[in-house]
């Protein structure tokens, strides 16, 4: 079994920064892409910005040039650091990771996701 620990998220005023943080942990041979996702009161679930495991980066056009996704593939973590917060950050933001457990078949696994509230 694999579990995604996620931490970081907090009440920020705007223009403020946060850096998210997810772990793995459990039976993991290797991971593929991680990513942040999140949801806002009333909306679906959206990307922010994922990683793939050569470090090649995609990004929701709302967070270019402010969020920057990174990963540690020695401590199985991603990371997000968030700059110029803007209150439309405000959401429940989640991980994503695709691992392999033994080297076969690759299975999405989601962290049980962290708050960010951006307010003044």
């Known amino acids: 079994q694999v579990q995604l620990v996620e931490s970081g998220g907090g009440l920020v005023q705007p223009g403020g920064s946060l850096r998210l943080s997810c772990a793995a942990s459990?039976?993991?041979?290797?991971?593929?892409?991680m990513g942040w996702y999140r949801q806002a009161p009333g909306k679906e679930r959206e990307l922010v910005a994922v990683?793939?495991?050569?470090?090649?980066?995609n990004y929701a056009d709302s967070v270019k040039g402010r969020f920057t996704i990174s990963r540690d593939n020695a401590k199985n973590t991603v990371y997000v650091q968030m700059n110029s917060l803007k209150p439309e950050d405000t959401a429940v933001y989640y991980c994503?990771?695709?691992?392999?457990?033994?080297?076969?078949?690759?299975?999405?696994?989601w962290g049980q996701g962290t708050q960010v509230t951006v307010s003044s």
């Open positions: 990683i793939s495991d050569d470090n090649r980066t």
């Open positions: 994503k990771a695709v691992v392999s457990p033994r080297g076969t078949r690759f299975y999405q696994y």
């Open positions: 459990g039976t993991i041979f290797s991971i593929a892409t």
